[in-house]
């Protein structure tokens, strides 16, 4: 076994030379040889090549014989291999007919055919090997109706939570390489379990018949490939589970010409431009009474506002069949980073019953580790709420009520619910003296007393403990950015796009971003002093909403992807303040507060900063940190010593988390 393990390997590193199509059909052949009757006499293809005596050879035996392959001829071969399996398979029709001849790297193929014939043959073993090069072909490829591949580690945690019973029927609506089906063959191959699936196309439905017979499976993928929502093959089926990860947002999928449409959906038509919720609707309908379905879905779907979706999402939730929803981290599939969700659907769940919605985005789903330990924290999650035993609501999961998800517009995302996550006071406590050692090193290489001052005066001041707290939208005017047709950017006038802000607390002098704007636009959306430039868009929440403070009047505009913050009038906030304020872990858990979990790229609205609250302290104690602020940023721009601009770095980080988020924290628990 231990050689077999490095044979295995070996394999399947050398499977990303050979052909696909060759590098399919020895698989097959050695699969199948190992049950092949031989029928008659079997010879032809000019009496194998006019060397005949292969009448009782297994196919493979024919492959991994060198005599055979005269003339270098390794297609006709092969070819003739699969011929003989043909009547047993009917599926290798298509595969014998896009066998070409194509050039072939001899080692490379002699190679494969010696460790395909020394390997211990089972299931597990060539069933890697072709996963492995459809791996490798899903991370090199972007397919045009969603993802072919679902890696292993989702499958089984999706199978998990399926939490299959007894004997049952399985079905995969968008089954593409057969992964899911496959895996919960052998996942489950204690259990009898019967298989069925469908595939759009000819590819697709050929790759899946191959994937289950090398793990020993059988699955009813119906007839032919062909659209699931358009021509359901087993539409007058219904299953004990399902488990699917459906194309993202496909659009287009039906036309608008055809008016039987509308008829098959039982909670309302989805959208043309979107087909997550037939999806949804299909899956649905496809469940038996007390099943159960597992379903990857964008964000989008937990999140959308488009009137016919929420009307859907609305009526399912209130026909009790939403039973989880788990927001999970993006980058998981091979060729998309779309952030997506698992919805699991019961419809043996109860109506008006509470939905639990779990925050999974920090976990990884590798399946060794510490890593596992957090998927066995997931599932157990799940089966303590179906056990009704979980406490209603931690940093990472709640329980909700319809009534509270109404108050919400139907959003199902989970941080919206959850509680917020708690910054440790004690952690900052005991950082300060750690913040006094660094300005004391700072003062070291700094060059005159002048500089200290700005420093040192922080050693001293008390904390402030007199703090207010309002709105953002009661102190700010929101304004968003100019918009232009892409042949507008790149020249013309200044800009201040969102590389600029997530660089620059302070805005620069000078900018890099240009846009063609008139002078009625120049005037539109001008840069004051005062004014805090916002981006309302980046890839990760992290980086959502940052701020660049203007300290003069700037000779630029700022983009669409940008919102202009102006004070509603002087004296209330100062702007250098803050620029710190912005930065502060208090702001950054406000914005986590208000965003729900974003589809391709996190997005900040109007609605959101406005329901966002903002602390301040006295005048005073914002213009001393305000002015130590902006007296770093200026110094740091002509100072050419990295090592202590890092330290001016870390000073900063640390002054604006004793005197703005520490004292914030001791006033919310008070």
């Known amino acids: 076994m231990e050689y077999d393990f490095y044979r295995i390997l070996k394999a399947k590193k050398l499977a990303y030379d050979i052909d696909s199509d060759v590098l399919n059909c020895l698989l097959l052949i050695r699969q199948a040889s190992e049950t092949y009757i031989p029928s008659g006499s079997q010879l032809t293809w000019e009496e194998l090549f006019n060397g005949n005596e292969a009448s009782n050879k297994t196919p493979w035996e024919i492959v991994a014989n060198p005599i055979n392959f005269r003339n270098n001829d390794y297609i006709s071969v092969i070819r003739y291999a699969m011929s003989l399996i043909k009547p047993q398979l009917p599926f ?30 089972n299931a597990v073993s060539l069933s890697t090997i072709y996963e492995s090069r459809l791996c490798k072909e899903a991370r090199d490829t972007t397919l045009k109706y969603g993802d072919f591949y679902t890696p292993r580690r989702i499958i089984r945690c999706l199978l998990q939570l399926l939490n299959l019973k007894g004997k049952a029927t399985i079905y995969d609506p968008c089954c593409g390489s057969g992964s899911m089906l496959c895996i919960a063959g052998k996942f489950y191959s204690d259990e009898t379990i019967q298989l069925y699936g469908q595939t759009l196309e000819e590819a697709a439905y050929k790759i899946c018949q191959m994937n289950l017979f090398l793990h020993g499976l059988n699955a009813d993928l119906g007839n032919k490939p062909a659209n699931t929502l358009l021509e359901d093959l087993h539409i007058d089926r219904q299953f004990d589970y399902i488990i699917s990860n459906p194309p993202f947002n496909l659009s287009n999928w039906y036309n608008n010409s055809d008016t039987e449409i509308g008829k098959r959906w039982k909670y309302g038509l989805p959208p043309r431009k979107n087909a997550n919720y037939a999806w949804l609707q299909h899956i649905i309908s496809h ?63 109860k109506q008006n019953a509470n939905v639990l919605l779990v925050d999974a985005r920090n976990i990884k789903f590798n399946t060794h580790g510490n890593d596992a330990i957090q998927i066995d924290k997931l599932l157990k999650l799940v089966r303590q709420h179906r056990k009704e035993t979980l406490e209603k609501r931690t940093e990472w999961y709640a329980i909700v009520s319809l009534n509270e998800i109404e108050q919400k517009h139907y959003i199902l995302s989970p ?35 002048f ?29 968003g950015g100019v918009t232009k047709n892409k042949e507008a950017f790149g020249h013309g006038y200044p800009m201040v796009d969102v590389k600029t802000i997530l660089h620059n607390s302070f805005l620069p002098d000078s900018f890099s971003a240009f846009v063609n704007v008139s002078k009625d636009e120049i005037q539109k959306y001008n840069i004051k002093s005062g004014d805090i430039l916002l981006n309302r868009t980046s890839e990760t929440i992290k980086q959502l909403a940052c701020c660049s403070v203007a300290s003069t009047d700037c000779c630029a505009v700022f983009g669409s992807y940008v919102k202009r913050l ?10 250098f303040y803050m620029a710190g304020y912005f930065r502060s872990a208090i702001y950054r858990r406000e914005v986590e507060r208000v965003s729900p979990v974003y589809t391709t790229r996190a997005n900040m609205n109007v609605d959101r900063l406005s329901a966002m609250s903002i602390y301040y302290p006295n005048l005073e104690m914002q213009n001393k940190i305000g002015s130590t602020l902006f007296y770093v940023y200026q110094f740091q721009k002509r100072n050419p010593d990295k090592e202590l601009n890092e330290l001016l770095n870390e000073f900063i980080k640390m002054l604006i988390e004793q005197f703005i988020t520490y004292p914030v924290l001791c006033v919310e628990k008070e």
């Open 287 to 349: 469940l038996k009474e007390n099943g159960r379905a597992v379903v990857l879905l964008p964000n989008g779907s937990l999140t959308t506002q488009n009137s016919a979706e929420l009307d859907i999402r609305k009526k399912i939730l209130y026909d009790g069949l939403v039973e989880v929803v788990i927001t999970l981290p993006a980058g998981l599939f091979y060729n998309t980073k779309i952030p997506c969700c698992i919805w699991i659907i019961n419809k043996s769940f």
């Open 451 to 479: 500089h200290h001052i700005h420093l040192t005066q922080w050693k001293n001041l008390a904390t402030p403990t007199d703090w207010n707290n309002i709105f953002l939208s009661e102190i700010y005017s929101i304004f």
């Open 415 to 449: 941080n919206l619910y959850t509680k917020n996550k708690d910054i440790s006071l004690n952690a900052i406590k005991n950082n300060y003296l750690h913040f006094i050692k660094i300005i004391d090193t700072i003062c070291l290489n700094l060059p005159d007393d």
């Open 92 to 121: 290798f029709n298509t595969m014998i007919a896009n066998l070409q001849s194509t050039k072939i790297g001899e080692s490379s193929l002699n190679e494969m055919i010696e460790l395909l014939s020394s390997i211990s043959l």
């Open 566 to 575: 102006r004070p509603q009038k002087e004296g209330v906030v100062n702007p």
